[in-house]
């Protein structure tokens, strides 16, 4: 662990630090009282499970509203040509999920960190801890950890875990224990710690 810890302080004290505070700030300035704002953002999250962040990241630029507005059968026609790897079954997420659209605010606001968590994997179909802590990082939570495979790959090779062969729910959580311990030790949080993990694995820091 001490290893990654230094490798990570080599990096908070350059312009990736700079960069992962900036990401951090912007985060935090989304404004979690405006319903629409919320959506979309957990739209991105849910396109985001099995596929690239980067071309999310421009699916959401490019469509935005049409996660509010368009029918199933349009909105898939997007993503399709937008080359979304699963564009049939993330409309149908996208569109069911629009039921729980208006509560978004309300479940934010009043949900403790845990049970918010909890709550959207129940209730919102598409995403899992992953996508749900993804959501939460980016409209400002900063103590859920977003555990893909960029972030085991890293883990396994610092020999902080094996590879499990399955994320479940518990394997999961045992993972987000240890993040926390590198965390606390490096200074940061779980938002700022993924953010420098995922520069050491891909080179980029996105959102």
């Known amino acids: ?29 989304i404004d979690k009282k405006s319903t629409n704002e919320l959506f979309n953002e957990m739209c991105f999250c849910i396109l985001t499970a099995n596929f690239n962040a980067e071309k999310s990241i421009k699916i959401q630029n490019e469509i935005g509203e049409c996660f509010s507005n368009d029918s199933e059968e349009d909105l898939a026609k997007k993503l399709q040509e937008l080359g979304h790897r699963f564009p049939n079954m993330r409309a149908s997420y996208i569109s069911e999920s629009r039921n729980c659209k208006d509560m978004l605010k309300r479940v934010v606001e009043s949900h403790k960190n845990d049970e918010l968590r909890e709550w959207l994997v129940k209730n919102v179909k598409g995403i899992g801890y992953k996508e749900t802590s ?74």
């Open 1 to 29: 662990m001490e290893k990654l810890i230094d490798k990570i302080e080599s990096l908070k004290k350059g312009e990736i630090g700079k960069l992962v505070n900036n990401r951090i700030k912007e985060f935090k300035s």
């Open 134 to 207: 993804h959501f939460l990082r980016n409209i400002g939570f900063d103590d859920f950890a977003i555990i893909d495979f960029h972030i085991i790959d890293i883990l396994a090779k610092y020999d902080l875990i094996e590879k499990p062969k399955a994320l479940t729910r518990k394997k999961y959580l045992e993972i987000e224990k240890i993040l926390k311990k590198i965390a606390e030790k490096s200074g940061l949080n779980l938002a700022e710690l993924d953010l420098y993990l995922w520069y050491m694995e891909t080179g980029k820091i996105l959102k």
